[in-house]
């Protein structure tokens, strides 16, 4: 269990950096905020260290207000969330990737890019797609 009892700000740091849960919580919001875009090209480490003093200033308000808390689990409960978040966002990640995917680079690609959806609706509105618009004569 992490003693909360701070007699001087190093006990603060050595305690903030023992909590590898919410370290791992942290990187992970701070990736899917970058991915949604919400956090722009370079403003990572700023968001991230924003976030870590968050964290930290928790950890001393819990440790003056209820120095007996269990951060030991609270931590443990962090690292949980960020490994469901890592998969649950993976997961959407990738089924949003492979469609844009198949939409941008394959449509109408004979054999990989075989849509019979495509089909249909290219024979109704008699369309092009942008592999054929690209290669037409």
Do not use: C
């Not at 968001?47 to 443990?76: E, H, M, Q, W």
């Not at 966002?89 to 075989?114: C, N």
């Amino acid at each position: 269990m992490i003693s909360l009892d701070f007699s001087n700000f190093q006990d603060l740091l050595k305690a903030f950096g023992a909590l590898g849960g919410v370290g791992a919580l942290i990187a992970v919001v701070v990736n899917i905020l970058k991915t949604v875009g919400w956090v722009k090209d370079g403003q990572a480490p700023t968001v991230s260290t924003g976030l870590n003093l968050v964290g930290l200033i928790l950890l001393f308000a819990v440790g003056v207000l209820k120095p007996d808390a269990d951060v030991t689990g609270a931590d443990r409960l962090a690292g949980d969330l960020a490994f469901v978040l890592t998969t649950v966002f993976g997961f959407v990640w990738q089924l949003v990737s492979a469609r844009l995917t198949h939409q941008m680079a394959l449509a109408g690609i004979a054999v990989i890019g075989k849509s019979y959806t495509m089909e249909k609706d290219r024979a109704a509105k008699d369309r092009a797609y942008p592999y054929e618009q690209m290669h037409r004569e």
